[in-house]
C-alpha cells in the first residue's frame, strides 16, 4: 500500500551505479542519490584529478563533498522492501560508471555512440543526428567513444594537435609549430600515421612468416619424435629377440642394454620436447604481438596510435631454424647391430670354450677413444670374406673368398643384380657397424684400391656411380707403386705416406671416423675421414692390374673383446 501510496517504483529508489536498492543512502550536491559505497568508490578512482563528478549529470565537485547518510531515504527504503519492492532492471541505454557518457543529454546521460575530435565531445545516437546531416560538421572526425579526447588538444594553445613533430617525436598543434618547434621536421599527424601503418604492416608480415617457420619447425620436430619413438621400439624388440638366445648367460647384459636405450631415448625426446616447448612458447608470443598490432592498425585515434605504437613494436630475437640441429633419423640401429656383434662374439668365445670374457661399459651414443697403435686395433679384427655374387667375370676368388685376382680370361657366371660388370671390383660378404679394423695386402704393378661402400652403390657400366671413390656410396683409398690418393664423390685428395704393401682400414660406423694406415713394421696413419653414415658399410676391393692380387688378412687377435654398447 505505501509503494501505491506514494507512487514509488524501484527505479526511484535504485543506485545508478550498482543498479540495486539504496544502501545507506546518501545525497550529494547535485541532488542524485548513491548507495554511500558506491559513489565513494566512484570518487576514490577520480581522487587523481581532484575533481569529482557526479555519474549521472556530470556536474564536478571540488573539494570533495562530505558524505552523510540520508536518514529519510533511508528509513524510506527499508519501509519499501518490506512490499517486495525490487531494483528496476538495468536499462542498457543509459551510460554507467565505466561506459563514456553523451556530453549533451541532461539529467541521466545516454551512452555516447561516437565522439568527434573536431568537436572534442561524445554524442549519443539522438544528439548525433547533426554530424550525420549537417554539412556543418561534414569534415568532422568521428570515431568510437572515448574519454581521452582532452588529449588531443595543446595544453600551451588550447589547440586540436593535428600536426606531427619528426624532430621531437610528439604530436603538436599549429601554434607550436610556429613557435617552439619552428624549423623541425614536421608532417600532419596523418601523414605520419599512414607511414607508421605501412611499417605496422611490415612487422606484421614478418612476425606472421616467423609464425609460419616457426609452425613448419614444430612440425619437423614432431616428426623426428616418430622417428626417435619407432628407432627406439625396434631397438629394444630386436634387443630383446637376440638376447633370449643367451638368456642364462646374458639376462644382467640384456637388462642393462634395455636401461641405456631407454635412457637415450628419453633424453632425445626430452631435447626435442624442449626445443619444441620453445618454438610453441615463441609462436604464442607472436601471435599475441600480432594481434595487440592488428588492435592497434585498426585504432582510428592517430595520437593514440602514434602514442601506443613505439612500446609495442620490438620483437624479442627470434629463435633461428638454423638452431634446430636434427640428427640423422637414425638413432638405435647401431645398438641392434652391436647387441647382434656381442652374440656372435660370444659364440665364437664358446667354440674356444673362453669364459673369461667381461664387457667394457660404454653409453649408448658416446664413441670411445680411437685406437692408437696397432694392437689396439687387433682388439677389433675380425675375419672378412668376399662376397662372390659381387665379383665380375675378370675377378677369380680364392683362400676361401678372402683373395681376388684379376685373370685375363673371362669366367663364366651367372647374372646377378649385385654383381659388378665391368669395374674389377668386389664387396664384402659381411655388412661393417659398429667398431671394424681389418688389413688388405697386395701386390702387383698396377696397384688396387681399398674401399668401404655402401650396399646400393652402382654395378653395372664404367659410369662413376660403379666406381669406387667417384660417388657419394663409397670411399676409396688407391694404392700403387709408392703413391696413395683418395677419393670420395669424385673428389680425389692426394696422400703422403711411406710405402707398404700392407694397408689397414679401421671404422667407427656410429662415430662416422674411417681411418688408412698403413700396416708394416710401424703403424702411420696415412688419412682419415670425419663424416655420418647413413647404412651400413662393406669393405670392397677394385684390382687394377692382369695378374695383380688383393687380399683379406688373416689378423691373429691378442685377446677376444666383446663388442661395447
Not at 607508421?196 to 612468416?209: D, P, V
Request: with cysteine.
Amino acid at each position: 500500500m505505501a509503494q501505491k501510496g506514494l507512487g514509488l517504483d524501484g527505479e526511484m529508489i535504485s543506485c545508478s551505479i550498482c543498479l540495486d536498492l539504496l544502501r545507506d543512502p546518501v545525497t550529494i550536491p547535485c541532488g542524485h542519490n548513491y548507495c554511500m559505497n558506491c559513489i565513494e568508490s566512484h570518487w576514490d578512482t577520480e581522487e587523481e584529478k581532484r575533481i569529482h563528478s557526479c555519474p549521472q549529470c556530470r556536474k564536478t565537485f571540488a573539494p570533495r563533498p562530505v558524505l552523510l547518510k540520508n536518514t529519510m531515504l533511508a528509513e524510506l527504503v527499508e519501509e519499501l522492501k518490506k512490499t517486495g519492492v525490487q531494483a528496476a532492471p538495468a536499462d542498457r541505454r543509459y551510460a554507467g560508471p565505466e561506459d563514456v557518457a553523451c556530453d549533451f543529454c541532461t539529467g541521466r546521460k545516454l551512452k555516447a555512440l561516437k565522439s568527434c575530435v573536431v568537436c572534442l565531445a561524445s554524442y549519443c545516437e539522438g544528439h548525433l543526428q547533426p554530424h550525420y546531416e549537417s554539412l556543418t560538421f561534414k569534415n568532422h572526425k568521428l570515431v568510437n567513444p572515448s574519454e581521452k579526447l582532452q588529449e588531443n588538444i595543446c595544453s600551451r594553445h588550447d589547440e586540436v594537435m593535428k600536426i606531427y613533430c619528426r624532430t621531437d617525436q610528439q604530436c603538436i598543434c599549429y601554434l607550436c609549430s610556429m613557435d617552439q618547434h619552428k624549423g623541425h621536421d614536421t608532417v600532419s599527424a596523418a601523414a605520419e600515421r599512414t607511414e607508421r601503418q605501412r611499417e605496422l604492416e611490415g612487422t606484421r608480415q614478418n612476425i606472421q612468416q616467423r609464425i609460419r617457420d616457426r609452425v613448419k619447425d614444430v612440425k619437423v620436430l614432431q616428426r623426428e619424435v616418430a622417428v626417435i619413438n619407432r628407432s627406439a621400439d625396434k631397438a629394444a624388440e630386436d634387443s630383446e629377440r637376440i638376447f633370449t638366445q643367451l638368456i642364462r648367460l646374458m639376462e644382467q647384459r640384456r637388462s642393462d642394454v634395455r636401461q641405456q636405450v631407454r635412457s637415450q631415448q628419453e633424453a632425445e625426446l626430452s631435447r626435442v620436447k624442449e626445443l619444441q616447448e620453445k618454438l610453441e612458447r615463441e609462436i604464442a608470443e607472436l601471435k599475441r604481438k600480432d594481434a595487440e598490432l592488428e588492435q592497434l592498425s585498426h585504432t582510428e585515434d592517430h595520437n593514440r596510435f602514434l602514442h601506443d605504437c613505439p612500446s609495442i613494436s620490438a620483437l624479442r630475437e627470434s629463435t633461428h631454424s638454423s638452431s634446430i640441429n636434427i640428427r640423422p633419423q637414425r638413432y638405435f640401429e647401431d645398438v641392434t647391430a652391436a647387441v647382434s656383434e656381442i652374440r656372435d662374439k660370444l659364440q665364437d668365445v664358446l667354440r674356444q670354450k673362453r669364459t673369461d670374457v667381461s664387457p667394457t661399459e660404454t653409453k649408448v651414443g658416446v664413441s670411445p677413444s680411437e685406437p692408437k697403435t696397432r694392437a689396439d686395433f687387433l682388439k677389433y679384427s675380425r675375419e672378412i670374406t668376399l662376397d662372390p655374387s659381387t665379383a665380375p667375370s675378370h675377378l677369380l676368388l680364392s683362400k676361401g673368398n678372402r683373395k681376388a685376382t684379376r685373370m685375363r680370361e673371362q669366367r663364366s657366371h651367372s647374372d646377378l643384380r649385385d654383381r659388378f660388370t665391368r669395374p674389377c671390383h668386389v664387396l664384402s660378404r659381411e655388412s661393417l657397424i659398429g667398431r671394424r679394423y681389418w688389413e688388405v695386402e697386395w701386390t702387383g704393378a698396377g696397384g688396387v684400391c681399398v674401399a668401404v661402400a655402401y650396399k646400393n652403390i652402382g654395378r653395372a657400366g664404367r659410369s662413376h656411380e660403379c666406381i669406387f671413390g667417384r660417388n657419394d656410396k663409397s670411399w676409396g683409398l688407391y694404392c700403387g707403386g709408392n703413391s696413395y690418393s683418395f677419393w670420395y664423390n669424385d673428389v680425389e685428395t692426394p696422400v703422403s705416406g711411406p710405402p707398404a704393401s700392407r694397408v689397414g682400414v679401421y671404422l667407427d660406423h656410429s662415430a662416422g671416423v674411417l681411418s688408412f694406415c698403413s700396416a708394416g713394421e710401424t703403424t702411420t696413419l696415412l688419412h682419415r675421414v670425419q663424416t655420418t653414415f647413413t647404412q651400413p658399410l662393406y669393405a670392397g676391393l677394385y684390382v687394377r692390374s692382369y695378374g695383380d692380387t688383393a687380399e683379406f688378412c688373416v689378423l691373429k687377435q691378442t685377446e677376444v673383446t666383446m663388442m661395447t654398447l
